[in-house]
């Protein structure tokens, strides 16, 4: 790799999935610390294999847990929330988190539609930019039998 290309961040992060690609715009305006940790998991294969663990129909569909429960998390110490003015709609991305603000580490949510109510609660980082169709054939339930997962996350 060169060095222009090392100090050029990745502008998209490719999620191939059971149900097909998804491209998801990163967000450093927005949450620079949030998309710096995403990046770094991406680039050490974290995501990959990770299944979606809960899917609500008309929410979100969730994936980024190492245990595929919604309890576990990467290595890395948890983030301070970056909470932005970015409205949850359908296609945004956004970082899990328990009751704790600064809980978020590398479970995140893509929302299937408006979710106002998350709105400056939650970090938002990203936005699909194609492959929501994808998004939407995910399986749902919470825990999902059989879950879809990501098969791979890719830096672009």
């Not at 990959?48 to 980024?64: C, L, N, P, S, W």
């Not at 847990?65 to 110490?77: D, E, N, R």
């Amino acid at each position: 790799m060169t060095e222009a290309a090392e100090a050029a961040p990745a502008s998209t992060l490719t999620l191939e999935t059971t149900q097909g690609p998804v491209v998801i715009r990163l967000r450093p305006d927005l949450a620079p610390n949030h998309v710096a940790h995403i990046s770094k998991l991406v680039g050490e294969g974290f995501y990959d294999g990770i299944v979606f663990h809960r899917v609500i129909e008309g929410f979100m569909a969730q994936t980024g847990c190492p245990k595929g429960t919604g309890t576990g998390g990467s290595q890395y110490p948890n983030l301070k929330q970056e909470f932005n003015a970015e409205p949850h709609v359908r296609g945004t991305c956004s970082m899990a988190r328990s009751s704790n603000p600064d809980s978020a580490n590398s479970q995140f949510f893509i929302c299937f539609d408006e979710a106002g109510f998350l709105n400056r609660q939650y970090t938002v980082w990203g936005e699909v930019t194609s492959g929501m169709e994808n998004v939407d054939k995910i399986k749902r339930g919470e825990p999902v039998q059989n879950p879809d997962k990501i098969v791979s996350a890719k830096l672009g």
